[in-house]
């Protein structure tokens, strides 16, 4: 193999755009249990996406892990990618009857600088990528922004990062941080998807030994948070 050779100066400049990233929480603890449940979470998570991105134009979305990338030059075809899986995702949640198969989400919203690799041209590189892979990488801080604001979250928070704070629709104010209020647009099922959680939790709370990772303490906070954000006041 010729060893790879890149022009730094022939890349190209990152472009601002709006990312979402959206990942399921727990992966590390179910796979150190078992395969097949994280797989059956990860590939639901994608179903949903991918129908979700279908026939958007300007929207990409990047697989990546547990989790996925999606960004796009506008705020609001975005956000309303966000709404749709999360909301696919909640009803995933209650219409999963075994409590010890039901899973959580959450997400990070951020606009920042990031490269496309399909904006990448090869003529002055010696650089063996198929194209297919060159079209499958993204890179630049907005993605780890992203992952940043997500972590430590509630479960099914998209929590907003202050590089768009003020210009969020439907916004609500959790205890710390700002959150897009998916679940307060187009949702009829807000009730039952919170007493699907409640009921997660208490299973959790039964099972520590399948779940140990997840400190008590936090999980307790998790809990807290997630009804203060959905109950939370607020005008769209």
């Known amino acids: 193999m010729t060893p790879p050779y890149i022009n730094l100066d022939s890349l190209p400049n990152p472009i601002k755009q709006y990312v979402a990233w959206i990942d399921i ?27 979700a991105t279908k026939s958007k134009n300007g929207l990409r979305y990047y697989p990546a892990a547990d989790g996925l990338f999606l960004t796009h030059n506008e705020r609001t075809p975005l956000l309303e990618v966000v709404k749709e899986i999360f909301q696919e995702i909640a009803l995933d949640v209650i219409n999963t009857r075994k409590i010890e198969y039901r899973y959580m989400i959450r997400a990070g919203i951020v606009h920042g600088e990031i ?15 198929t194209n297919a892979l060159r079209q499958s990488l993204v890179f ?14 509630p ?9 768009l704070f003020s210009n969020v629709p439907l916004s609500v104010s959790g205890p710390k941080y700002e ?13 039952e998807f919170k007493n699907a959680i ?6 959790i709370g039964a099972h520590r030994d399948w779940v140990n990772a997840y400190d008590e303490v936090k999980m307790k906070q998790h809990l807290f948070d997630f009804l203060l954000m959905l109950n939370d006041n607020h005008s769209s």
């Open 25 to 51: 929480m727990g992966t590390k603890s179910f796979y150190e249990k078992t395969n097949k449940s994280p797989m059956l979470y990860i590939l639901k998570l994608h179903a949903c996406a991918e129908a």
């Open 155 to 163: 479960p099914f928070s998209a929590t907003i990062h202050n590089s």
């Open 115 to 129: 490269n496309h690799g399909s904006d990448i041209s090869l003529d002055q590189q010696q650089l063996p990528l």
């Open 179 to 191: 959150y897009y209020a998916w679940f307060d647009d187009g949702f009829n099922k807000k009730e």
């Open 140 to 153: 630049g801080k907005a993605l780890v922004d992203a992952t940043e604001a997500e972590k430590g979250r």
């Open 198 to 203: 409640l009921e997660y939790y208490t299973w």
